[in-house]
């Protein structure tokens, strides 16, 4: 395992990982979670899907699982928060399949940093076992993010 230098310390990848790492266009200010998790496993983490809970109403997603996301509609969404962004100036890109439960008719507030691409959906498919794709890009930690949403077939 190589240690490079202008990474944070206790930073510790292999020569594969750290090539995937400069590849990726990842610059001396990337945390050690962005790289943890482009290094860890030859970047596979990065792809994993991590499912999402509904606390009291709030969904929190935590960037640093990756992102790939389930989520489950058992209740209404009061609000969306975000962790672990990464820094202004780094690409967030974020996917989340969104399912209604057999009740149906579950409601999800999106933030109102959350701006829809012309053509998007502005609420997730209402029916019984329905499936929602939602997509959000930011470039400003968060600040703003666009989003693309539409149903799927199950």
Known sequence: MAKYADFPAATTVGSADLLQIVQAGVDKKATAGQIA?????GGSDRRA???LA???GVVNIDCALGDYFTLALTANVTSITFSNLPASGIGAALSIRIRQDATGARTVALPSSFKAITGSDTAVQAAANAYTQLIVTSHDQGTRWAYSMKGVAA
């Open 37 to 41: 998790a482009l290094a860890g496993g």
């Open 49 to 51: 899907v991590t499912a």
């Open 54 to 56: 509904i606390e009291s």
